[in-house]
């Protein structure tokens, strides 16, 4: 139990370090201060502005959304056909014909909202090239594009021009995302992530029989796919398989990587904003948030399933722990209260604590690769976890996360801006009605894509949706389809027969594009839109009548906002899902 | 539920206006509550609509229980008509709270409205000759007589007659005004006064149900309502978490039955509206409509709930010294002598200047100088009076014998003199500055080009004053003090009464340069004013309040209007204001808040699988529900009396405001409906409703 406390704990501080020096640096490149890599990012940066005839003067909220929404839907089409001709293409050293038309228009949109969620097993489904040129493509572009709408948000909340979008979505892959992919692939490689063209190898096993064992670039796909809030694997088993997540060592890194720049980006806020208290209350408040939601994930995985408990009983009533932990040394042997802690599902080289650890991660991040089967989480774990993807603001997806904060924040000012006595204004300007409506639609847009396709979902279970765990469980699979979708994240509690050729793959693909495209488009047109009002407005000077943002008082009535408007709405949900779950795995 | 709570309790003793009778208000609020489930009036509030439509579905499922399909339990019948008891009434507490805030308003209109009953005018025409025409039929220029006894027929400008007129109707004074044409405050009049002496030519200056006494009517009535800008902002909030809740609900249909726990239509109703914010969207138009009330209470028109609004915004106050920070009338204090000229000379000297002046300094200085044994040694009726002028900064008299007196700013006699050929001397500088650093007004006297030397005009601030400038800083507004004096004197004045910044020697062009300097700093701006001259710039500002005694361009330029001319009514404005928004921002919370209790009652009750979180131990699912939703009822006619009278404000900074309130009304909408919700259920459980 101490090792896995010992885990995470270690991974928090490590979170805790990174944050100020990542978010310093962040906020320099995208102030356009002079940072160290500017010698080799200055030409690169400027031939890419050359060849693609970027002007690169500052954008309106239109004309950034605009450039979004048009890069966005060229890249759709390049990839989407990189997809289909996959079968005439080189870098195919197993031969694998296109995938079915639903799967690769699913696979485009959800890489290119950098959502990442998977109806394929990636070693059986894409080629090498369609791993490297495609998918790895959109996971730099949708990564960097989430980054820029962050830092267009918070420029634009601070009062400053929104910039523009090309050379925002340039700077961060040019000076963030590539350098950290480059540094990160490689001592993935030094402790034993492959990295190599060739085709699977084919070994005899101790049995005698042959085995194809599958590999490929991984290395440089895995990085990107943690650093970039991506998450869909490179195996179908993701960052479980141990070519992409080998040992305890890649998994703090790869752990680490999720977190690093949704963490950091609120940090960042406070150095563009010139409020880095109000930075760092922030980072504080979340920071806890998470670290309660990682307690509960762990104290579930750790008492472990008591109907598992009372079966394990039965069978070995006398043993006392310690012969236990000889006939069963990955148990950890926590035999106190002759409790197993939660092992289904997991790999043993993790354990319950990293694999609880990086569960609340991943959902928190919006990255969505998975160390485990969350499908066989407890249900405080399966709660923690919707919970996180219901919010999205647990650190929240890259950019797109911090910026829902703030429009957390926002509708906190709205309200305790009249409860002062003034007519609410942050950072100097004034929340108003078009503020409100824009905030509202970020507010809105989430249970609509999560809820009502659920509702539909398990309005025809036989037919649509093809639940393996009927019941409550079953319930939290559907609604984490749509709310993994929605929010970008990406991860599954799988058990939904969504992959090509089973008979509901289809309604899956389909039904999930909703989500995916409204859940990712819809806020940051708002956001931007949001951002583009805010900058625009004539500053108000700031007296004793001003409500404080940077206090420990406002920032627990925001905490306290995000909990009423955000997890009440979907409270019923979990009542019925891992709730009603636990009673019933309790009794 | 009584009076509203006056924001300062000094001023309670000075209001007169309600004459109007409020004996009737709840039994008429009771009717227009009924009359307010009307669908096209419910449709204007989204949320008690949602609500009464909620009503109507449980009704239908009271007549035939099984409409939805079936469902479990026994007693639906009258588990349903229960909830449709509970949801009707939750309807009529929102109309009822609506009903008396309009009530309160209607009753005072139909005071003003009595005094503007119909009556015949007689109008002058271009060839001189009268004609009785019905008042209703006068327009903008038309030119009125009206004689003593009459009823004034339209508000207007007076071009002939000296009068005294009676305008208690409208401000509540009863002692007489003395209306004369050509001064700028004397000269106007107001449709519904009556004039009680002589007779008066007057030039109509407003179209008829344009006057003065119909855009109060309207005002007040509340006919012209539309709904300020933070209230909007606040009802595009409330629609959203409501669209939201609906979404949350209505899918709940399907989850439920897939994990085989049908829910009937009536608790999901049930559910949607405790979980909709029908406490703030009950009350919302009531708290606005009481916002205006509580200004009009005070004597105050205001022209739109805007205005009222933004003076919860405002930053800087500027503030005319004389009348607002100072009490109006400066007296003769002292004379001092200069260059050789006894007590005496002087004193003659001042009750030359003075003997035309009517105004309360130039009286105490006839006294003073009549004290001192000065008499009048000329015959008057050969002299000329020369009036004080905004440009010239003088009065006086032209003597039989050619010779002027003159006093007046010492700057500008010194130019009088100085253009008359004589010489300055530097006594005058130092008796000058004597006087400025005393805080009291020097006037220079001179007669031709001899200065006789100084009258000490004394400033008296008003007392209290300096006590709301402190409370005003604390809740962050500025204060600003403009005044004609000099430097000295004023810097001397602003620091007796606490004020931040001061603009001396200011012209009115000053005024609208000071207001315009703090708007471009992004600063709202609220000023009081009454001549003409004002004007410009109480347009300029974002709250303008207009002294009813001003002028009509002042008033018609102002945003508000004080009735009883009360320039520091502006400060009490500032918290009206304040007061309008804490009430809407804290019910929302307090609303809001209460969601957390009522989920913790209805979810155990509705699913039997998470049964365990019933951690309020209500004695069944059923009476789990009812008592969530009488509770959602009985909060809105609780809260009426303080959506009506508002949250008490208390000048605090942002900081102390707010951890005060989210204390009373976040924490405490999260505790209460607990133990509320828990009464209510042992009281079911007590009576055997189940």
New interface residues.
């Given amino acids: 139990m101490f090792q896995g406390i010992f885990q995470i704990i270690l991974t928090l501080i490590l979170l805790v370090a990174i944050v100020p020096r990542l978010g310093k640096y962040m906020a320099q490149v995208f102030l356009g201060e002079t940072t160290f890599l500017d010698r080799i990012a200055h030409p690169i940066e400027r031939m890419i502005y050359t060849l693609g005839e970027i002007r690169t003067d500052d954008m309106t909220g239109w004309q950034y959304i605009r450039a979004i929404l048009y890069s966005n839907l060229v890249m759709g089409v390049f990839v989407f056909l990189l997809l289909m001709l996959q079968g005439v293409l080189p870098l195919n050293p197993t031969g694998l014909a296109a995938p079915s038309f639903d799967t690769a228009l699913h696979t485009t949109i959800s890489f290119l909202t950098n959502t990442d969620q998977q109806h394929y097993s990636g070693e059986n489904t894409f080629s090498y090239a369609s791993q490297i040129l495609a998918l790895g493509f959109l996971m730099f572009t949708s990564a960097a594009t989430g980054l820029a709408v962050g830092i267009a948000f918070i420029r634009g909340l601070s009062g400053k021009p929104l910039g523009n979008f090309y050379v925002d979505l340039t700077k961060a892959i040019t000076r963030i995302l590539l350098p950290l992919s480059i540094v990160g692939a490689i001592v993935l490689i030094i402790f034993g992530v492959p990295e190599t063209l060739l085709g699977p190898e084919v070994v005899t096993t101790i049995s005698g029989n042959s085995q194809a064992i599958a590999r490929g670039p991984v290395a440089h796909f895995e990085i990107i796919k943690q650093l970039g809030e991506n998450g869909g694997g490179f195996f179908g088993t993701n960052s479980a398989h141990p070519f992409e997540n080998p040992n305890p060592a890649t998994n703090l890194i790869e752990t680490l990587a999720m977190l690093a720049i949704p963490a950091s980006l609120i940090y960042t806020y406070g150095e563009i904003a010139g409020n880095k208290k109000q930075g760092w209350l922030l980072f504080w408040m979340v920071f806890i948030i998470f670290a309660v939601l990682i307690a509960i994930a762990t104290v579930g995985e750790y008492q472990g399933n008591p109907l598992v408990n009372q079966l394990l009983d039965k069978q070995f009533p006398n043993l006392e722990g310690k012969l236990l932990d000889k006939q069963f040394p990955n148990l950890e042997g926590k035999l106190l209260d002759k409790h197993f802690p939660n092992l289904e599902g997991k790999e043993t080289r993790f354990g319950w604590a990293q694999t609880a650890l990086w569960a609340i991660s991943t959902t928190a991040t919006m990255c969505g690769a998975v160390n485990g089967m969350h499908d066989s989480l407890m249900p405080p774990a399966g709660a923690a976890t919707l919970f996180n993807m219901f919010l999205q603001i647990i650190w929240g997806g890259q950019g797109t996360g911090t910026a829902y904060l703030f429009i957390y924040l926002i509708?906190s000012v709205?309200?305790?801006?009249?409860?002062?006595?003034?007519?609410?204004e942050f950072l100097?300007r004034k929340?108003?009605?078009r503020?409100?409506?824009l905030a509202?639609v970020v507010?809105?847009v989430h249970?609509?894509v999560v809820?009502?396709p659920?509702?539909?979902a398990?309005?025809f279970?036989d037919t649509l949706a093809g639940i393996s765990n009927p019941?409550?469980h079953?319930?939290s699979q559907v609604v984490y389809e749509y709310a993994s979708a929605s929010a970008n994240n990406g991860s599954g509690l799988e058990g939904l027969a969504d992959s090509q050729p089973a008979a509901t793959a289809l309604w899956w693909n389909f039904s999930t594009l909703v989500p995916l495209l409204v859940g990712r488009y819809v806020p940051i047109i708002a956001l931007l839109l949001l951002a583009d009002s805010m900058t625009n407005k004539?500053?108000?000077?700031e007296?004793?009548?001003?409500?404080?943002t940077d206090?420990i008082?406002?920032t627990n009535?925001t905490a306290?906002v995000i909990l009423?408007?955000g997890a009440?709405?979907?409270?019923?949900?979990i009542?019925?899902g891992p709730?009603?779950e636990a009673?019933?795995i309790g009794k | 539920m009584t009076s509203p709570r006056q924001p300062r309790g000094a001023r309670a003793t000075r209001r007169h206006t309600p004459k109007a009778d409020t004996s009737g208000i709840y039994q008429r609020a009771v009717r227009e509550a009924f009359i307010k489930l009307d669908p096209r009036l419910a449709l204007k509030n989204p949320v008690m609509f949602l609500v009464w439509v909620g009503t109507l579905v449980a009704a239908l499922s009271t007549i035939e229980p099984n409409l939805f399909g079936t469902t479990p339990g026994n007693n639906q019948q009258l588990f349903n008509a229960l909830v449709t008891f509970i949801l009707f009434f939750t309807v009529l507490f929102a109309n009822f709270a609506e009903a008396v805030a309009e009530g309160r308003g209607k009753a005072q209109a139909d005071a003003l409205r009595s005094t503007k009953s119909e009556t015949t005018a007689r109008k002058v025409l271009a060839d001189g000759s009268i004609e009785e025409v019905p008042s209703t039929s006068l327009h903008r220029d038309d030119q009125i007589k009206v004689i003593a006894g009459d009823i004034i027929p339209a508000d207007g400008e007076v071009i002939g007659g000296t009068a005294s007129v009676d305008e208690s109707a409208i401000t509540g004074e009863s002692a007489p005004v003395l209306k004369e044409p050509g001064s700028d405050i004397a000269s106007s009049v107001t449709g519904g006064t009556r004039i009680i002496s002589d007779e008066l030519l007057i030039r109509v200056s407003a179209d008829p149900g344009k006057g003065f006494l119909d855009r109060m009517i309207a005002l007040v009535e509340g006919a012209e309502r539309s709904k300020t800008p933070n209230e909007i902002a606040l009802t595009v909030l409330l629609a959203v978490l409501t669209q939201v809740f609906l979404i949350v609900v209505v899918t709940l249909l399907a989850l439920a039955n897939y994990v085989g726990n049908p829910v009937s239509v009536v608790t999901l109703i049930a559910l949607l509206v405790a979980l909709i914010p029908t406490t703030i969207g009950g009350l919302l138009s009531a708290i606005g409509i009481a916002g205006m009330d509580r200004v009009a209470q005070f004597n105050v028109v205001a022209t739109s709930g805007r205005a009222v609004e933004a003076c919860g915004d405002v930053n800087t106050l500027v503030l005319d010294k004389t009348g607002t920070i100072t009490l109006g009338n400066r007296l003769a204090e002292e004379f001092i002598p200069i260059n050789g000229h006894s007590m005496t000379d002087i004193a003659s000297v001042a009750l030359a200047s003075s003997i035309f002046d009517d105004t309360p300094e130039g009286k105490s200085i006839v006294r003073l100088a009549e004290n001192l044994g000065a008499k009048v040694d000329f015959e008057r009726s050969q002299s000329e009076g020369i009036e004080f002028s905004a440009r010239t900064r003088m009065s006086g008299t032209n003597l039989p014998g050619g010779s002027e007196v003159r006093k007046g700013a010492v700057d500008a006699v010194k130019g009088f003199v100085r253009s008359r050929g004589g010489e300055l001397s530097s006594e005058l500088d130092a008796a000058y500055e004597r006087i400025s650093r005393l805080g009291g007004t020097p006037l220079a006297v001179c007669r031709d080009r001899d200065i006789y030397g100084i009258i000490y005009l004394k400033d008296i601030i008003k007392p209290g004053i300096r006590d709301r400038f402190d409370q005003l800083r604390r809740m962050g507004v500025r204060t600003v003090m403009l005044t004609g004096d000099n430097r000295i004197t004023a810097e001397v004045i602003a620091q007796e009464a606490g004020v931040d910044d001061f603009i001396a020697e200011a012209t009115p062009e000053d005024k609208i340069a000071v207001i315009q300097a703090e708007q471009a700093k992004g600063k709202l701006v609220a000023m009081t004013g009454d001549g003409t001259n004002d004007a410009p710039a109480l347009a300029q500002a974002n709250v303008g309040l207009a002294m009813n005694s001003g002028t009509q361009a002042a008033k018609e330029a102002a945003n508000m209007v004080d009735l009883d001319s009360d320039p520091t009514k502006l400060i009490d404005l500032v918290t009206i204001g304040k007061q309008l928004l804490i009430t809407r921002g804290a019910l929302t919370t307090f609303s809001l808040a209460n969601d957390i209790a009522k989920y913790f009652a209805i979810i155990p009750a509705m699913f039997t699988s998470v049964g365990s979180l019933n951690i309020m131990g209500l004695a069944s699912a059923q009476s789990a529900v009812l008592s969530a939703l009488i509770y959602n009822a009985l909060i809105i006619p609780a809260l009426i009396p303080l959506a009506l009278t508002g949250v008490k404000f208390r000048p605090l900074t942002a900081n102390q405001l707010l951890s005060r309130n989210i204390f009373i009304y976040g924490l405490g909408g999260v505790v209460a409906p607990f133990i509320a919700i828990k009464f209510i259920d042992v009281i079911i459980a007590g009576v055997g409703l189940k």
């Fill in positions: 509708l709205f309200l305790t801006g009249l409860m002062v006595g003034r007519t609410p100097g929340i108003e009605k503020e409100i409506v509202s507010l809105l249970p609509i809820l009502i659920s509702a539909i398990l309005a279970p019941g409550f079953g319930l004539q500053p108000v000077p007296n004793a009548g001003t409500l404080r206090t008082l406002f009535v306290g009423i408007l009440l709405t979907f409270f019923p949900v009542a019925l709730i009603a009673f019933q």
